[in-house]
């Protein structure tokens, strides 16, 4: 398996611009997450989803959108770029069993600058 | 609502000796407990985690933490580090009162273990 995947590793924007941060999982999860890790602040959720077709927002997700028509990806698109949105983005999925919260394994992330 | 505070944003330590990593919570319902690791340019790895039983959780690569309810703490130990433990850790709490399984995050302790 190869857990979970992210494109691209680097990106540089300029303001204004548009892009999409890609994720997909191989473990088959019906969860999947986006957080945005910025220095000192620990990792905010953006967005999540708990199956394909079924989204909601997390903490922080003013600026973004996200889809998920499969259970394999989950893109974060981001319309109008902004500096604010300079930070690492992971992609995270788990398997959400009854019966408690399951481990959410990481992919390596995305670090975006926006100039 | 809750939250995670890690009271130490760095800790540097010389190998082989004991370190301890502290990470209170707040919360109105019962949680479950977890702490991650991000070594350089990587994305998190699960360290270990409290459902419920033992109040003593042993994890990967030698670390342990006990969860301490009537503190609301679940300080995370090793007694003896290497070089290969520096990285940033993460304690992160989740309940079930959301569908899913959402994680809140600690802002991070950076443990650096000196030759």
């Known amino acids: 398996n190869a857990g979970v995947t992210q494109t691209p590793k680097f990106r540089i924007l300029k303001i204004g611009q548009s892009m999409t941060l890609q994720c997909t999982q191989d473990?088959?999860?019906?969860?999947m997450y986006w957080y945005r890790q910025d220095p000192g602040m620990g990792l905010k959720l953006i967005y999540y989803?708990?199956?394909?077709?079924?989204?909601d927002k997390g903490e922080v997700p003013n600026g973004y959108n996200v889809s998920r028509s499969t259970t394999e990806d989950f893109p974060l698109r981001l319309e109008l770029a902004a500096p604010s949105q300079t930070s690492v983005y992971f992609c995270?999925?788990?398997?959400?069993?009854?019966?408690?919260?399951?481990?959410?394994?990481f992919g390596p992330g995305t670090r975006l600058t926006v100039t | 609502a809750q939250s995670v505070t890690q009271l130490d944003s760095q800790v540097p330590v010389f190998e082989e000796a004991p370190v301890e990593l502290r990470c209170n919570y707040s919360?109105?319902?019962?949680?479950?407990l977890f702490w991650y690791v991000q070594y350089p340019n990587q994305g998190l790895q699960l360290l270990l985690k409290?459902?419920?039983?033992?109040?003593l959780v042993k994890g990967i690569n030698g670390f342990e933490a006990e969860f301490n309810k009537s503190q609301t703490s679940f300080h995370l130990r090793k007694p003896s580090v290497h070089i290969s433990d520096t990285a940033e850790y993460f304690c992160?709490?989740?309940?079930?009162?959301?569908?899913?399984?959402?994680?809140?995050f600690g802002s991070g302790t950076q443990l650096t273990v000196l030759p």
């Open positions: 995270a999925s788990s398997s959400g069993t009854s019966g408690g919260p399951s481990e959410q394994y």
């Open positions: 473990m088959n999860h019906n969860y």
């Open positions: 989803s708990v199956g394909a077709g079924i989204t």
């Open positions: 919360s109105s319902v019962s949680v479950y």
């Open positions: 409290y459902l419920s039983g033992s109040t």
């Open positions: 992160a709490v989740s309940d079930l009162s959301g569908s899913a399984r959402q994680l809140t």
